[in-house]
């Protein structure tokens, strides 16, 4: 769909993006007429997978092996993958999903149930927004958007129309780390006033290619949405998209917001035991590091130092994406430090250490995170409880933090949030980047009060 018919569609369906020139007086989507009720607890769920190259590709497998489940609709731009996903799915289940390229098709269909989001972080605050007010749950990947003011913005849509919207942060659902926590709280750790989370697994330059033409299976434009119109350039696409200001949010959001996720969850876990106030969020976060290693185009740090001020304690991250050798024992990974010993949690396992470093316990973690945790999502779909990723008391808050380290790094300096007004304290640089200078039409976001 080109960008003329992706406006002329949205005003004839009712759903009409705000323009440049009506942003500053109406800049939210109009809500579509939302779906009767249906009865969940019993009946089946019906789904649109939406953005399923890579990350996605695995939520759409995933919904479509859990029970209870139908995926009515796959959804992708590109053309090109959107038919071979679809035949792969075919080929698997015995059911071919219809494909489609404009994931509001689905939000104009009763009988959609929820939609899942795989697509690049750019693209998840506007499907959600619009998924919530046209009464549909969502799954959405990590970390809740490209930018502190959407993940508010999400999550404030959520709570407004009652939806259950669970982030893709596939631990909190894992069988393993569930039990695990229980362990903890049992006091095991002692007395935890500090944590650790960290990438230290090699990647490879990324180069400098030149720009080029587009893939004539995409509309570009649609694919940037909100950001600025750029030439096609071949890393800032598929896959490599991550790595640029426009698009993502670093490795500190890709895969550190799971370990941030881990470690925050953990000692959380063991302040509970000890019976003290509860962590909250961090009084100010500090940030160094830069592209220090790869001589390439990716604008993200290559190497990073985060620490999180606590009331008490200290969370801190640490980013070395060149390096060939793992940090604890493990490439990617959540350490607890207590006064009676410390906890490591890889991939794969968990150790626990005790005072003079002997190991006390350890176990494999089976690999049910994903099957889990869309599992959590339907079963509160039926209940319409939380989920144990719920964006607005879990996914958003884990996501703030890599949003507040990467606007620490950027403006070079220590930086103080204020959560009740959403915004820094006295820093004019870091508020400048709390969301896009500018959203680009007709991709706007919708204003906070009007979700």
């Known amino acids: 769909m080109n960008r003329r018919k992706f406006l002329q569609r949205s005003a004839s369906t009712g759903l009409a993006f705000a323009t440049a020139a009506s942003f500053s007086a109406c800049d939210v989507v109009a809500?579509?007429?939302?779906?009767?009720?249906?009865?969940?607890?019993?009946?089946?769920?019906?789904?649109?997978?939406?953005?399923?190259k890579g990350r996605g590709n695995s939520l759409f497998n995933g919904f479509g092996a859990a029970e209870g489940v139908d995926v009515k609709y796959v959804c992708d731009i590109d053309s090109e993958w959107l038919g071979r996903r679809q035949g792969e799915f075919e080929s698997?289940?015995?059911?071919?999903?219809?494909?489609?390229?404009?994931?509001?098709?689905?939000?104009?269909?009763?009988?959609?149930?929820?939609?899942?989001?795989?697509?690049?972080?750019?693209w998840h605050a506007l499907p959600t927004i619009h998924a919530?007010?046209?009464?549909?749950?969502?799954?959405?990947?990590?970390?809740?958007?490209?930018n502190l003011v959407e993940g508010q913005v999400m999550s404030a849509a959520a709570k407004k129309h009652g939806r259950v919207v669970q982030l893709g942060t596939q631990a909190r659902s894992d069988p393993d780390l569930l039990a695990l926590r229980e362990y903890v709280k049992e006091g095991h750790l002692g007395r935890v006033v500090m944590a650790k989370a960290?990438?230290?697994?090699?990647?490879?330059?990324?180069?400098?290619?030149?720009?080029?033409?587009?893939p004539p299976t995409i509309d570009y434009d649609v694919w940037l949405g909100p950001a600025p119109k750029r030439p096609f350039n071949p890393l800032r696409f598929h896959g490599n998209w991550r790595w640029f200001f426009d698009y993502g949010a670093g490795d500190l959001a890709n895969d550190g917001v799971h370990r941030l996720d881990i470690a925050r969850w953990f000692m959380e876990a063991a302040?509970?035991?000890?019976?003290?106030?509860?962590?909250?969020?961090?009084?100010?976060?500090?940030?160094?590091?830069?592209?220090?290693?790869?001589?390439?185009?990716?604008?993200?740090?290559?190497?990073?130092?985060?620490?999180?001020?606590?009331?008490?304690?200290?969370?801190t991250y640490e980013m070395r994406v060149w390096a060939p050798y793992p940090l604890e024992g493990e490439g990617e990974g959540a350490a607890i430090f207590g006064d009676k010993g410390y906890l490591v949690i890889g991939n794969s396992r968990w150790r626990h250490f005790g005072p003079k470093g002997q190991l006390i316990k350890e176990s494999a973690r089976s690999g049910q995170a994903d099957a889990a945790h869309v599992r959590n999502f339907v079963d509160c779909m039926r209940s319409r409880g939380k989920p144990n990723a719920d964006l607005d008391t879990v996914g958003r808050p884990s996501s703030l933090l890599c949003h507040l380290g990467n606007i620490a790094w950027r403006v070079g300096r220590t930086v103080k949030f204020d959560y009740d007004s959403y915004s820094f304290t006295g820093d004019d640089d870091a508020n400048a980047l709390r969301t896009r200078a500018e959203y680009r039409a007709p991709y706007l976001l919708p204003k906070l009060d009007a979700v």
């Not at 071919?96 to 009988?111: F, G, K, M, T, V």
């Not at 990647?203 to 033409?213: C, W």
């Not at 000890?274 to 160094?288: M, T, Y």
């Open 271 to 315: 302040v509970e035991a000890a019976g003290e106030k509860p962590l909250g969020l961090p009084r100010s976060v500090a940030a160094s590091g830069g592209k220090y290693y790869f001589d390439d185009a990716q604008e993200w740090p290559d190497t990073m130092l985060v620490t999180y001020d606590f009331p008490g304690r200290i969370l």
């Open 132 to 146: 919530c007010q046209a009464g549909k749950d969502v799954y959405v990947e990590k970390p809740d958007g490209h």
């Open 31 to 52: 809500p579509r007429p939302r779906a009767k009720a249906k009865d969940l607890a019993n009946g089946r769920i019906t789904v649109c997978c939406t953005g399923v």
């Open 92 to 122: 698997k289940f015995n059911r071919r999903p219809e494909a489609i390229a404009d994931y509001r098709r689905a939000l104009d269909d009763q009988a959609i149930d929820a939609i899942v989001l795989g697509t690049p972080d750019h």
């Open 198 to 214: 960290w990438e230290s697994t090699q990647q490879r330059n990324l180069g400098k290619p030149a720009d080029g033409e587009a």
